[in-house]
Protein backbone atom coordinates (compact mmCIF):
# COMPACT_ATOMS: atom_id res chain seq x y z
CA UNK A 1 0.00 0.00 0.00
CA UNK A 2 2.98 2.50 0.91
CA UNK A 3 4.77 1.76 -2.04
CA UNK A 4 1.64 2.04 -4.84
CA UNK A 5 0.63 5.27 -2.57
CA UNK A 6 4.52 6.87 -3.01
CA UNK A 7 4.80 5.91 -6.84
CA UNK A 8 7.26 2.88 -5.67
CA UNK A 9 9.06 4.69 -3.73
CA UNK A 10 10.55 3.64 -0.50
CA UNK A 11 11.36 6.80 0.97
CA UNK A 12 11.46 10.39 0.13
CA UNK A 13 14.69 11.42 2.07
CA UNK A 14 17.38 12.99 -0.68
CA UNK A 15 19.61 10.45 0.48
CA UNK A 16 23.24 9.84 -1.94
CA UNK A 17 22.59 7.43 -4.22
CA UNK A 18 25.62 5.40 -2.65
CA UNK A 19 24.20 5.02 0.92
CA UNK A 20 26.48 2.68 3.23
CA UNK A 21 24.47 1.96 6.32
CA UNK A 22 20.08 2.30 6.77
CA UNK A 23 18.27 1.30 9.55
CA UNK A 24 14.80 -0.03 9.74
CA UNK A 25 13.19 0.81 12.79
CA UNK A 26 10.34 -1.61 13.63
CA UNK A 27 10.90 -3.80 10.57
CA UNK A 28 7.91 -6.06 10.79
CA UNK A 29 7.77 -8.69 8.31
CA UNK A 30 11.37 -6.92 6.75
CA UNK A 31 10.09 -6.17 3.51
CA UNK A 32 10.95 -2.50 3.43
CA UNK A 33 14.42 -3.83 4.64
CA UNK A 34 14.60 -6.22 1.83
CA UNK A 35 13.81 -4.34 -1.03
CA UNK A 36 16.23 -1.54 0.51
CA UNK A 37 18.84 -3.87 0.31
CA UNK A 38 18.05 -4.99 -2.93
CA UNK A 39 17.74 -1.22 -4.40
CA UNK A 40 21.26 0.26 -2.85
CA UNK A 41 23.53 -2.92 -3.05
CA UNK A 42 26.36 -0.62 -1.50
CA UNK A 43 24.68 -0.47 1.58
CA UNK A 44 24.11 -2.41 4.80
CA UNK A 45 20.33 -2.52 5.95
CA UNK A 46 19.42 -3.33 8.88
CA UNK A 47 15.84 -4.07 10.57
CA UNK A 48 15.42 -4.52 14.32
CA UNK A 49 11.86 -5.46 15.87
CA UNK A 50 10.54 -7.70 19.07
CA UNK A 51 9.15 -10.05 16.92
CA UNK A 52 11.25 -12.70 14.53
CA UNK A 53 8.69 -13.26 11.94
CA UNK A 54 11.59 -11.95 8.96
CA UNK A 55 11.97 -14.17 6.18
CA UNK A 56 15.89 -15.97 6.16
CA UNK A 57 16.57 -16.01 2.56
CA UNK A 58 17.31 -12.05 2.50
CA UNK A 59 19.91 -9.97 0.09
CA UNK A 60 23.55 -10.43 1.82
CA UNK A 61 23.52 -6.81 2.75
CA UNK A 62 20.01 -7.31 4.92
CA UNK A 63 20.47 -7.92 8.53
CA UNK A 64 17.66 -8.73 11.11
CA UNK A 65 18.13 -8.15 14.73
CA UNK A 66 15.67 -8.70 17.75
CA UNK A 67 15.64 -5.21 19.34
CA UNK A 68 13.70 -2.53 20.83
CA UNK A 69 13.95 0.21 18.36
CA UNK A 70 13.85 2.97 20.90
CA UNK A 71 16.29 1.76 23.41
CA UNK A 72 18.99 2.63 20.97
CA UNK A 73 21.30 0.06 22.02
CA UNK A 74 23.01 0.14 18.05
CA UNK A 75 26.96 0.98 17.41
CA UNK A 76 26.13 2.33 14.61
CA UNK A 77 25.83 5.80 12.55
CA UNK A 78 23.34 5.23 9.51
CA UNK A 79 23.28 7.89 6.09
CA UNK A 80 19.32 6.78 6.33
CA UNK A 81 16.97 5.69 9.63
CA UNK A 82 13.34 4.92 8.34
CA UNK A 83 10.41 3.37 10.40
CA UNK A 84 7.16 2.92 8.74
CA UNK A 85 3.88 3.04 11.26
CA UNK A 86 5.51 3.26 14.22
CA UNK A 87 2.86 5.47 15.75
CA UNK A 88 1.26 3.29 17.56
CA UNK A 89 4.59 1.12 18.91
CA UNK A 90 5.99 4.44 20.02
CA UNK A 91 6.08 5.89 23.54
CA UNK A 92 8.00 8.92 23.72
CA UNK A 93 8.25 10.87 20.39
CA UNK A 94 10.97 13.02 21.45
CA UNK A 95 12.96 10.86 22.82
CA UNK A 96 12.80 8.25 19.53
CA UNK A 97 13.97 11.92 17.98
CA UNK A 98 16.62 12.39 19.45
CA UNK A 99 18.10 8.57 19.62
CA UNK A 100 17.44 8.99 15.63
CA UNK A 101 19.64 12.19 15.39
CA UNK A 102 22.31 10.95 18.06
CA UNK A 103 22.65 7.53 15.67
CA UNK A 104 22.95 9.28 12.19
CA UNK A 105 25.92 10.32 10.67
CA UNK A 106 26.37 14.38 10.29
CA UNK A 107 24.38 15.04 6.61
CA UNK A 108 22.04 11.81 7.37
CA UNK A 109 18.02 11.71 6.95
CA UNK A 110 15.77 10.39 9.38
CA UNK A 111 12.18 9.45 7.96
CA UNK A 112 8.55 8.35 9.28
CA UNK A 113 6.10 7.51 7.36
CA UNK A 114 2.65 6.61 9.05
CA UNK A 115 -1.01 7.12 8.41
CA UNK A 116 -3.26 9.81 11.09
CA UNK A 117 -5.89 7.98 12.82
CA UNK A 118 -8.93 9.65 11.87
CA UNK A 119 -11.36 8.71 8.93
CA UNK A 120 -12.17 11.69 6.55
CA UNK A 121 -13.58 12.93 3.68
CA UNK A 122 -14.51 15.68 1.42
CA UNK A 123 -18.14 15.30 0.82
CA UNK A 124 -18.99 15.05 4.75
CA UNK A 125 -19.96 11.42 3.90
CA UNK A 126 -17.37 9.90 6.74
CA UNK A 127 -19.97 11.33 9.38
CA UNK A 128 -22.11 8.60 8.15
CA UNK A 129 -19.46 6.47 9.41
CA UNK A 130 -21.44 6.40 12.84
CA UNK A 131 -19.27 3.22 14.57
CA UNK A 132 -16.08 3.57 12.71
CA UNK A 133 -15.98 7.29 14.04
CA UNK A 134 -16.90 6.19 17.61
CA UNK A 135 -14.47 3.25 17.08
CA UNK A 136 -12.06 6.07 16.44
CA UNK A 137 -12.72 8.24 19.86
CA UNK A 138 -12.48 4.93 22.20
CA UNK A 139 -8.89 4.02 20.61
CA UNK A 140 -7.71 8.11 21.56
CA UNK A 141 -9.38 7.75 24.57
CA UNK A 142 -7.65 3.99 25.25
CA UNK A 143 -4.68 4.76 24.40
CA UNK A 144 -4.46 8.03 26.54
CA UNK A 145 -5.29 5.85 29.36
CA UNK A 146 -2.32 3.50 28.72
CA UNK A 147 -0.44 6.49 28.55
CA UNK A 148 0.34 6.39 24.72
CA UNK A 149 -0.90 9.19 22.96
CA UNK A 150 -0.07 9.19 19.41
CA UNK A 151 2.09 11.39 18.24
CA UNK A 152 0.72 12.39 14.89
CA UNK A 153 2.36 14.30 12.20
CA UNK A 154 2.58 17.64 14.08
CA UNK A 155 3.95 16.71 16.79
CA UNK A 156 6.50 14.40 15.09
CA UNK A 157 7.69 17.62 13.03
CA UNK A 158 8.11 19.79 16.46
CA UNK A 159 10.21 17.06 17.76
CA UNK A 160 12.58 16.86 14.71
CA UNK A 161 12.72 20.36 14.72
CA UNK A 162 13.93 20.35 18.98
CA UNK A 163 16.31 18.49 18.68
CA UNK A 164 18.02 19.37 16.23
CA UNK A 165 17.31 18.08 12.72
CA UNK A 166 16.81 20.96 9.54
CA UNK A 167 15.64 21.10 6.06
CA UNK A 168 12.39 19.21 7.78
CA UNK A 169 9.83 18.25 5.18
CA UNK A 170 6.19 16.88 5.54
CA UNK A 171 4.22 15.77 2.56
CA UNK A 172 0.72 14.41 2.26
CA UNK A 173 -1.34 11.88 0.41
CA UNK A 174 -4.94 10.88 0.73
CA UNK A 175 -5.38 6.78 1.15
CA UNK A 176 -8.80 5.99 0.02
CA UNK A 177 -10.60 3.30 2.23
CA UNK A 178 -12.67 1.13 -0.50
CA UNK A 179 -12.88 0.96 -3.88
CA UNK A 180 -14.81 4.27 -4.22
CA UNK A 181 -12.12 6.39 -6.20
CA UNK A 182 -12.05 7.00 -10.23
CA UNK A 183 -8.88 6.16 -11.82
CA UNK A 184 -6.78 2.78 -11.30
CA UNK A 185 -4.38 3.58 -9.34
CA UNK A 186 -6.47 5.49 -6.23
CA UNK A 187 -8.93 2.28 -6.93
CA UNK A 188 -6.20 0.01 -6.33
CA UNK A 189 -5.42 2.00 -2.88
CA UNK A 190 -8.42 1.84 -1.95
CA UNK A 191 -9.22 -2.09 -2.39
CA UNK A 192 -5.30 -2.42 -0.66
CA UNK A 193 -6.14 -0.18 2.26
CA UNK A 194 -9.55 -1.62 3.23
CA UNK A 195 -8.18 -4.79 3.10
CA UNK A 196 -5.52 -3.84 5.53
CA UNK A 197 -7.75 -2.13 7.80
CA UNK A 198 -10.32 -5.13 8.26
CA UNK A 199 -7.82 -7.16 8.63
CA UNK A 200 -5.81 -5.62 10.99
CA UNK A 201 -8.40 -3.92 13.07
CA UNK A 202 -8.69 -6.52 15.86
CA UNK A 203 -5.02 -6.64 16.59
CA UNK A 204 -5.03 -2.51 16.56
CA UNK A 205 -7.63 -2.79 18.94
CA UNK A 206 -7.33 -5.74 21.09
CA UNK A 207 -4.83 -3.91 23.47
CA UNK A 208 -6.60 -0.95 23.51
CA UNK A 209 -9.72 -2.04 24.56
CA UNK A 210 -9.02 -4.50 26.62
CA UNK A 211 -6.42 -2.87 28.63
CA UNK A 212 -7.09 0.79 28.43
CA UNK A 213 -11.28 0.61 28.27
CA UNK A 214 -11.53 -2.40 30.37
CA UNK A 215 -13.53 -4.00 27.73
CA UNK A 216 -14.86 -7.56 27.42
CA UNK A 217 -13.72 -9.64 24.22
CA UNK A 218 -17.49 -10.20 23.20
CA UNK A 219 -17.95 -6.15 23.65
CA UNK A 220 -15.11 -5.48 21.76
CA UNK A 221 -16.55 -8.04 18.65
CA UNK A 222 -19.25 -6.28 18.45
CA UNK A 223 -17.79 -2.87 18.24
CA UNK A 224 -15.48 -4.08 15.67
CA UNK A 225 -18.41 -5.68 13.67
CA UNK A 226 -20.03 -2.75 13.05
CA UNK A 227 -16.90 -0.83 12.41
CA UNK A 228 -16.30 -3.54 9.64
CA UNK A 229 -19.92 -3.01 8.32
CA UNK A 230 -19.67 0.68 8.14
CA UNK A 231 -15.98 0.82 6.17
CA UNK A 232 -17.77 -1.60 3.94
CA UNK A 233 -20.70 0.55 3.38
CA UNK A 234 -21.33 1.82 -0.34
CA UNK A 235 -21.85 5.30 -0.45
CA UNK A 236 -19.56 6.69 1.78
CA UNK A 237 -16.32 8.12 0.38
CA UNK A 238 -13.58 7.86 3.48
CA UNK A 239 -10.09 8.14 3.39
CA UNK A 240 -7.25 8.66 5.77
CA UNK A 241 -3.98 10.97 5.25
CA UNK A 242 -0.72 9.08 5.40
CA UNK A 243 2.31 11.52 6.22
CA UNK A 244 5.59 11.36 5.51
CA UNK A 245 8.18 13.20 7.25
CA UNK A 246 12.01 13.71 6.99
CA UNK A 247 14.44 16.00 8.71
CA UNK A 248 18.30 15.87 8.12
CA UNK A 249 20.90 15.97 10.40
CA UNK A 250 23.58 19.31 10.26
CA UNK A 251 26.19 18.34 8.35
CA UNK A 252 30.06 18.80 9.45
CA UNK A 253 30.97 22.75 8.84
CA UNK A 254 34.34 22.68 7.32
Known amino acids: MYTLALDYRLFLAPISDIPQYILDM ?19 VRGND ?22 WELPYKFDLIHGRE ?17 HLKPGGYFELQSLEHGFLSDDETHKNAVHALEWQQHIIEG ?25 IKIQRFKIPIGPWPEGNKLK ?21 FTQGLQ ?11 LVRDDLKREGLHIYRELYVIYGQKPKVKE
Not at 53 to 71: A, H, R, S, Y
Not at 195 to 207: T, Y
Not at 215 to 225: H, K, R, T
Open 215 to 225: WSMDELQVCLA
Open 50 to 71: LSPIQPTFIPPNCIFEIDDFEK
Open 86 to 102: LDGSIYNCERLCRGAFE
Open 143 to 167: RNKLQKPFCGATICTQRMGKVGFVN
Open 188 to 208: QLGIFALQDILEGLEAFSLHV
Open 26 to 44: GTGTGIWAIECADKYPSAV
